[in-house]
């Protein structure tokens, strides 16, 4: 069973940056596309930005594009999120996710993280 653990969320002023992180155990690493959700208050979980198995290819949504970057350390089991330029309006929980294979539009989660909470104050 895959166990995804996120960490490095928190309290950070517009403009600021965070990094969180998430690691990966129970399956091999390599063989799972990755990407990253969030889920603000009141509001629906929304894919934020995703990445191959071997690294190569991201994808991100709109509203994060040039302000994030997500990155994947195969030899260490761990997946990032680099955010900078914060808005308020990117305060959420953060999951971590896994899709088994090939990682399309990331439409067929296999495994969810818990989550990590980053808010944004103005």
């Known amino acids: 069973q895959v166990q995804l653990v996120e960490s490095g969320g928190g309290l950070v002023q517009a403009g600021g940056s965070l990094r969180p992180s998430c690691v990966f155990s129970?399956?091999?690493?390599?063989?799972?596309?990755m990407a990253w959700f969030r889920q603000a208050p009141g509001k629906e979980r929304e894919f934020v930005a995703g990445?191959?198995?071997?690294?190569?290819?991201?994808t991100y949504a709109d509203s994060v594009k040039g302000r994030f970057t997500i990155s994947r350390d195969n030899a260490k089991n761990t997946m990032y999120l680099q955010m900078n330029s914060l808005k308020p309006e990117d305060t959420a929980v953060y999951y971590c996710?896994?899709?088994?294979?090939?990682?399309?539009?990331?439409?067929?989660?296999?495994?969810w993280g818990k989550g990590t909470l980053v808010t944004v104050s103005s």
């Open positions: 990445i191959t198995r071997g690294g190569g290819t991201t």
């Open positions: 129970g399956r091999t690493f390599t063989t799972y596309a």
């Open positions: 996710a896994a899709k088994y294979g090939v990682a399309g539009a990331f439409k067929d989660i296999d495994y």
